[in-house]
């Protein structure tokens, strides 16, 4: 069965560096999804992506967050100066379309220090 | 804004005690509402999609069912690998891709 792959699993920065966490979706999916679950908490949604663009965004996604789709695989979230609250599992999502639903990576767990 | 609650936060069941989860929602529109299951350091699994009231699915020991302010999540005859947290999600209509979560009903099958 298809599924979304996340780079690295975990990934620990000093506060103030830029991290760019990867995902591959799947394949024949068109909608693209960054969400984040801070330890303890719920699962928060970032930013959706379709069609080389970014359709919805959330308020936590303000200008140190940056999504790109460099080639017709890859899906990334950039963080430009990290901060200490940045600290979170980051999950890529992928669906078909705006009635399927989403389906999840397993997460990068990103620590700043 | 769109909301979900879930509830119990937690709950403890002996394996074979059957039990329902709830999820209460507020959207304008509902498009869908989507039940996931949550390992510990894992993402969400996708388990059901529900669309419109009365709507029923099922899948082994889980059913989850649909009306116009809640959804439940019911386990019949649960066993220790039905541990995990429950997700429960809504997306609105209107074209929207967001979907919003509740917290999650974290569940123990103690055998």
Redesign the interface.
Same mark, same amino acid.
């Given at each position: 069965e298809p599924e979304v792959t996340q780079t690295p699993s975990h990934q620990v920065t000093q506060m103030g560096q830029e991290v760019i966490l990867r995902c591959v979706p799947i394949s024949n999916h068109l909608y693209f999804y960054w969400y984040r679950q801070i330890l303890g908490q719920k699962v928060e949604f970032l930013v959706s992506f379709y069609n080389n663009e970014i359709s919805e965004k959330s308020e936590i996604f303000d200008d140190q967050f940056s999504v790109e789709r460099p080639d017709g695989s890859n899906f990334t979230l950039k963080i430009r100066s990290t901060k200490l609250e940045d600290s979170a599992m980051y999950f890529c999502a992928s669906s078909r379309d705006t009635n399927s639903p989403l389906h999840f990576g397993n997460g990068t767990r990103l620590t700043v220090t | 804004e769109d909301q979900v609650t879930q509830s119990p936060e937690a709950l403890r069941l002996q394996e074979g005690e059957s039990s329902s989860l709830n999820c209460s929602y507020t959207v304008s529109g509902l498009?869908?509402l989507?039940w996931?299951r949550?390992d510990p350091? &894992?993402?969400?699994?996708?388990l059901f999609?529900l669309?419109s009231a009365g709507e029923e699915k099922e899948k082994e020991r889980l059913k989850a069912t649909l009306t116009k302010k809640e959804s439940f999540l019911h386990i019949t005859a649960p066993k220790p690998e039905d541990s995990a947290t429950y997700?429960c999600?809504v997306?609105r209509s209107g074209?929207?891709? &967001?979907?919003?979560?509740?917290?999650?009903t974290k569940l123990q099958v103690i055998p």
């Amino acid at each position: 069965e298809p599924e979304v792959t996340q780079t690295p699993s975990h990934q620990v920065t000093q506060m103030g560096q830029e991290v760019i966490l990867r995902c591959v979706p799947i394949s024949n999916h068109l909608y693209f999804y960054w969400y984040r679950q801070i330890l303890g908490q719920k699962v928060e949604f970032l930013v959706s992506f379709y069609n080389n663009e970014i359709s919805e965004k959330s308020e936590i996604f303000d200008d140190q967050f940056s999504v790109e789709r460099p080639d017709g695989s890859n899906f990334t979230l950039k963080i430009r100066s990290t901060k200490l609250e940045d600290s979170a599992m980051y999950f890529c999502a992928s669906s078909r379309d705006t009635n399927s639903p989403l389906h999840f990576g397993n997460g990068t767990r990103l620590t700043v220090t | 804004e769109d909301q979900v609650t879930q509830s119990p936060e937690a709950l403890r069941l002996q394996e074979g005690e059957s039990s329902s989860l709830n999820c209460s929602y507020t959207v304008s529109g509902l498009r869908g509402l989507f039940w996931y299951r949550q390992d510990p350091g &894992k993402g969400p699994e996708f388990l059901f999609t529900l669309y419109s009231a009365g709507e029923e699915k099922e899948k082994e020991r889980l059913k989850a069912t649909l009306t116009k302010k809640e959804s439940f999540l019911h386990i019949t005859a649960p066993k220790p690998e039905d541990s995990a947290t429950y997700l429960c999600a809504v997306r609105r209509s209107g074209g929207y891709q &967001k979907v919003t979560f509740g917290t999650g009903t974290k569940l123990q099958v103690i055998p």
